[in-house]
């Protein structure tokens, strides 16, 4: 099953376009900076190999991406880099893909909604409207919660016209 993903993973190249990529790894830079973390190099290869998709991609297939970038990596540093960019807020983790995709939506991971084509795995994001995250609420107090996180993941496929 991860063989079908993997290899679409590598088809998308580099999608976005080069100004916006270095438009989310500035952004991403300066708020990593902003959090007190230092700016490494691993740090920035992990950034830069998820500035240009529009795919959610998994932790290996980051690393492969640096590795043939002619980068140097190790798989547990990703996931721990991985772990502090979605600890600042810079990165979804889509679990119904089980795959990391920028934010590009400022301060909505943790009031978030993505939508994931199922025929090419490209990654949307949705901003959620103020009445659907007041209704989440309601219906979360009701139930004895108050929410910290509303994560909305939905998979869909083109309307053919």
């Known amino acids: 099953m991860m063989k079908p993903r993997q290899s679409r993973e590598r088809v998308a190249k580099s999608p976005v ?9 500035e ?4 708020e990593l900076r902003k959090a ?3 700016i490494t190099m691993p740090r920035v290869q992990v950034i830069r190999a998820l500035a240009d998709t529009k795919v959610a991609l998994s932790a290996y297939a980051i690393h492969e991406k640096i590795i043939v970038g002619n980068g140097k990596i190790d798989v547990v540093s990703v996931y721990r880099i991985l772990t ?8 979804y983790h ?5 795959g990391y995709f920028p934010c590009y939506l400022e301060g909505s991971t943790s009031r978030s909604a993505v939508l994931v084509n199922e025929q090419s795995d490209q990654v949307y994001e949705l901003k ?14 009701e ?3 108050e929410m910290s996180t509303i994560k909305v993941e939905i998979v869909g496929c083109p309307i053919k016209k």
């Not at 376009?17 to 790894?25: G, L, W």
């Not at 502090?84 to 990165?91: F, K, R």
């Open 17 to 25: 376009s080069e100004s916006n990529a270095k438009m989310y790894e």
């Open 27 to 30: 952004h991403a830079l300066t």
């Open 36 to 38: 007190g973390y230092r």
């Open 84 to 91: 502090t960019l979605q600890d600042v807020g810079l990165i």
């Open 94 to 98: 889509i679990g119904i893909v089980d």
């Open 128 to 141: 959620l409207p103020q009445e659907v995250i007041d209704e989440i609420s309601r219906q979360g107090a």
């Open 143 to 145: 139930n004895g919660f």
